[in-house]
């Protein structure tokens, strides 16, 4: 054997060492992660992602103390700054299984975190910890369980991203389109967060016919687009609405166009002239787009 066979045998024992320490991270084993990392280090003590090894080891270490002692909510802040921060990049050391040992040590931190909803921190709630996790029936599960913040803007995109992940987009709408009414500001970066083509495509329609219309507008927009799907999503984004969203125009003309999309199977009628007249009077530019529809399907 020569000497550069030699140099080809020793390198892969290196590497064959590092895989022992990714190997370790990614079955959650810090014991056996810190004896693999010692092994490597004696080998090859200059390898400079000996370090990053050990500030994941470290911090995996951390969440498993945290998941049986718990945390308060100052010190469950910190965690969460230091993981988004350092150890997110950091994980970019172990290639495609970066994803799942992530998603492990937010799961850690998800069980930790026990204390209420705060509006002012609502990503250290168990949902927001859950959903980065891609632990989507906890997400859930945590964010319904939340007592009187059911329209919070953070709850809605909880619950509107866990059921799209869990169930898609079927089963999502009413979550979906109910976040256009209490957040419709940050209604198109919950459409980025979701990346759905098809909800895509409705958006771009939607800004495209509505035009100066707010964002509010689109689940009524959407009713019209889709009148299939009224019986489907009719009442449940209108569940428990407060009176500030039940008085706004796009709400109303939602739950009138609820009832003229019914009216308009059983053919023409005084009923249906009448709920016309009060969409008309609720936004005639609305009205000007239903009519639209409407010609559009009679020619």
Same mark, same amino acid.
């Given at each position: ?73 100052? $010190? ?35 069980? $930790? ?13 168990? $949902? ?159 009205? $000007? ?11």
């Amino acid at each position: 054997m020569n000497a550069h066979q030699l140099d080809i045998f020793l390198d892969s024992h290196e590497v064959t060492l590092a895989n022992e320490v990714v190997a370790a991270l990614c079955a959650h084993d810090s014991e056996r992660t810190a004896q693999s990392i010692a092994r490597l280090r004696a080998e090859a003590p200059q390898r400079p992602d000996l370090a990053v090894f050990d500030s994941l080891n470290a911090f995996l270490e951390l969440t498993r103390e945290i998941h049986t002692a718990g945390l308060d909510a100052d $010190a469950l802040e910190l965690t969460v700054e230091v993981l988004n921060t350092r150890i997110v990049p950091a994980a970019g050391i172990l290639g495609s299984a970066a994803k799942g040992f992530l998603a492990f040590l937010w799961l850690q931190l998800a069980r $930790a975190a026990t204390h209420p909803f705060d509006r002012e921190r609502p990503h250290l709630h168990a $949902a927001d910890l859950f959903l980065r996790a891609q632990a989507y029936d906890a997400a859930e599960a945590a964010a319904i369980g939340i007592a009187g913040a059911d329209t919070d803007r953070a709850v809605l995109r909880w619950r509107a991203i866990a059921r799209y992940r869990r169930a898609g987009l079927k089963a999502a709408r009413g979550e979906i389109l109910a976040f256009a009414w209490y957040a419709p500001d940050a209604f198109p970066d919950l459409l980025r967060e979701l990346g759905d083509s098809q909800l895509d495509k409705d958006w771009l329609a939607f800004k495209a016919e509505v035009e100066d219309s707010g964002n509010a507008w689109l689940p009524a927009w959407y009713l019209l687009r889709h009148p299939a799907v009224s019986a489907e999503i009719g009442s449940e984004p209108a569940s428990g609405l407060p009176q500030a969203i039940e008085s706004r125009p796009a709400r109303q003309a939602f739950g009138l166009l609820t009832r003229i999309l019914d009216l308009e199977k059983q053919g023409h009628s005084r009923t249906l002239i009448e709920y016309r007249a009060r969409l008309k009077a609720t936004d005639a530019s609305f009205f $000007a787009i239903y009519m639209r529809s409407r010609e559009v399907q009679h020619r």
